[in-house]
Structures are given as structure tokens and as C-alpha cells.
């Protein structure tokens, strides 16, 4: 089955940014394109041990670098994207679950693939931690390649 659409969510990290220029290669040897996919938390920031000692100009400054962060790791798909040749968008959705938002983006865009990056936890921490891709593979509509 040939892929047309490839969705590849990233975090701004150098295995996300991997797996990036792994599916455009793929997408390349495919003809496919791709979408890029941020998910940022939405919410106030949560920094363990403040609790709400927080004041209001402080989380507004906290929220503000947030976006600020999530447009330099837009900003940086694209840098990569843009020599390759394919058709590239970039998509940032808010939501507390990254996993969610993959799964329903894939399923709103009609991505045939979600290319992803796993950054390998394992044992007591990946049980702890859990798994973005884990979960991406259990619930996505469409096949998943995950990167390592």
C-alpha cells in the first residue's frame, strides 16, 4: 500500500527532528507529503514545588515562552522540510495529551502513516513515565512507523 499523507509529530527533540528527515526521505521515495504536528499543553504551567504561589504576570510570561518555544520548534521543521522538495504543512494543536492529539489529527487530515520518534524508555521509567508512541500505536487509525 503507498503512503500519500505522513503525519510526523515533534518535540523539538533531536530524535523527533530525526525521525523528521526520515520521513522525508520516505516521503520523497513515495511522492507523499507530510504534516508536521506540535502538540503544546494547554493549561497553566505547572511547576512542581510553586504550587500556586505563582502570580498571574508570572504564568502569563511562563505561557508566552511556551508559544514562543513552540514556534522556534516549528520554525525549525520547517528550515528542515523546506529544501527537500515535498509538500509540507505545519500543524501545532494544544492539548494535555500529545497522544490524543496525534490520533485525532491523524484521523481529521486523513493521514494514511504517523512517522513518529520514540525516545526509548524503558523498564521502571517507561512504565512510569509511559510511552507517547506506545499509546499512538494502541489507539492510531492508520499504520505507525516509529523511529529509534
Do not use: F, N, W
Not at 68 to 80: F, N, R
Amino acid at each position: 500500500m503507498p503512503y500519500s499523507h505522513l503525519l510526523v509529530p515533534i518535540d523539538g527533540s533531536s530524535r523527533s527532528e530525526q525521525a523528521l528527515r526520515h520521513a522525508l526521505q520516505l516521503a520523497q521515495a513515495l511522492g507523499a507529503r507530510i504534516t508536521v504536528l506540535h502538540v503544546q499543553p494547554h493549561g497553566p504551567v505547572v511547576l512542581p514545588g510553586l504550587g500556586d504561589r505563582l502570580d498571574a504576570a508570572t504564568l502569563a510570561s511562563l505561557m508566552k515562552a511556551r508559544e514562543a518555544e513552540t514556534q522556534q520548534i516549528l520554525e525549525v521543521a520547517a528550515a528542515i522540510t523546506a529544501p527537500s522538495g515535498v509538500p509540507t504543512t505545519c500543524e501545532q494543536v494544544t492539548d494535555e495529551l500529545p497522544h490524543r492529539a496525534i490520533v485525532a489529527e491523524a484521523q481529521r487530515l486523513g493521514c494514511d502513516l504517523i512517522l513518529m520518534a520514540s525516545h526509548g524508555r524503558r523498564g521502571l521509567s517507561g512504565l512510569l513515565l509511559g510511552s507517547e508512541a506506545q499509546r499512538v500505536l494502541v489507539q492510531a487509525p492508520c499504520p505507525v512507523l516509529i523511529y529509534r
